[in-house]
């Protein structure tokens, strides 16, 4: 039986590894870091924040494979009386609900919004400018893109649709991302997958691997240029300011507060997960899209402002804080004219296979590691000497 190498330690890697070694095969997981998880880390200590996504949405090939193998542990949404301290803000003020044109596009499906014309244009000719500026904004909660106007309206409009699900579609892993990821590294070590951390591979490494047997790249995508010498892997993706805060328990703070005025979110996490503080402290994070060339400190002024808003008196509040800029590392963006086919196959050729969140899978933000680890794992399977799987490959046109 030939080996099944796959390179990466994060949700894609893991999900690649499960299905491919359920089937039989031989797999090694290798993992540059000294711990497993990628961008689905969760920090140590008296606050648990996640390095990614903070929640997984509630549809889609993604969930289901979850759920059968009991790797999604508790999850909680956000309670219904934390759900009425949504603010919004909106010419400069906070206000309790959202513009009527905003609500009357969540309701508009996203088949009927079209690939090749930009969301901003499409959403005003349906709701008008005004409605259509605060829906790209409030849409950004699931883009980290800082001008979602600009985008496919398809691609946005099934993400505002989404994002102003109710109930809502969003799940959070109580504990943070770490134990999803926990759960499938003994998931794994259950099925006899060999996995080697602090193990970087190089190119020359890389053609010494697939001499063995498939291997599944389920790096970023830029990492992945580098190792596999191919120019042609790039896909535009966000970039954010990131600010998170421990903050002494006040009575009256928002649960979150959307910004209608320009893109950016902050959230009080504590409020659907108690575990992420410390008792009488709680977890604040916020997302700032920023622009090519804007600076981290520009979003986190940004940022600020909302907390000014959302959760007065902060400042006098803070025990803990930590600021960062994410580039390229929330998830693939597509511009009009295209969809996620035509990002960066999955099948490289030559018994190499991509997975992770920029290449071509269908979901939406982390759903595209997921649902490329699947195909990744069942086209690898198909390639590899073995008898090919009876499980077909993930069928991507139903997705």
């Not at 009488?280 to 986190?300: D, F, H, W, Y």
């Not at 997975?355 to 198909?382: C, H, K, W």
Request: hydrophobic share 40%; net charge positive; with cysteine.
């Amino acid at each position: 039986m030939q080996r099944i190498h796959i390179i990466g330690g994060g949700l894609a890697g893991f999900t690649a590894a499960i299905t491919a070694a359920e089937s039989g095969a031989l797999v090694t997981v290798h993992e540059a870091h000294h711990t497993l998880g990628g961008r689905a880390r969760t920090a140590e200590g008296p606050y648990r924040t996640n390095d990614g996504p903070h929640a997984l949405y509630r549809r889609g090939p993604h969930w289901t494979w979850l759920g059968q193998r009991g790797l999604l542990g508790r999850t909680v949404t956000v309670p219904l009386r934390q759900a009425g301290k949504l603010r919004f803000r909106l010419d400069g003020a906070l206000r309790r609900t959202p513009p009527l044109a905003l609500l009357r596009l969540t309701r508009r499906r996203a088949e009927h919004a079209p690939v090749d014309t930009d969301f901003r244009t499409w959403a005003t000719a349906q709701v008008g400018e005004e409605g259509a500026r605060t829906a790209a904004h409030f849409a950004a909660v699931a883009l980290y893109h800082h001008d979602p106007g600009s985008l496919s309206a398809a691609f946005v409009q099934e993400r505002l649709r989404r994002a102003a699900a109710l109930p809502p579609e969003a799940r959070y892993p109580v504990g943070g991302w770490a134990q999803v990821i926990d759960r499938m590294a003994a998931r794994a070590w259950n099925l006899s997958v060999r996995i080697e951390t602090a193990t970087r591979i190089d190119p020359s490494d890389l053609d010494g691997l697939a001499r063995s047997g498939p291997v599944v790249v389920a790096t970023s995508l830029d990492a992945a240029r580098s190792l596999l010498r191919d120019p042609t892997l790039t896909w535009d993706s966000g970039r954010s300011a990131l600010i998170d805060l421990g903050l002494r328990t006040r009575r009256g703070d928002a649960f979150a507060v959307s910004d209608l005025d320009a893109p950016g979110w902050t959230e009080r996490f504590t409020a659907q997960d108690r575990t992420l503080a410390p008792t009488g402290r709680q977890l604040v994070q916020g997302q700032i899209p920023v622009a090519p060339g804007e600076s981290k400190a520009a979003g986190i002024a940004r940022a600020e402002d909302l907390l000014d808003l959302g959760f007065p008196g902060w400042r006098d509040r803070v025990e803990w804080r930590c600021e960062a800029l994410a580039t390229g590392r929330t998830g693939a963006v597509d511009h009009p004219g295209t969809t996620w086919r035509d990002r960066p196959a999955i099948d490289r050729g030559n018994g190499i296979y991509l997975a992770g969140d920029q290449v071509a899978a269908p979901g939406l933000l982390s759903e595209v590691s997921f649902n490329s680890g699947m195909e990744a794992a069942v086209l690898a399977l198909g390639a590899s000497e073995q008898p090919r799987p009876t499980r077909r490959p993930l069928d991507l046109e139903r997705s």
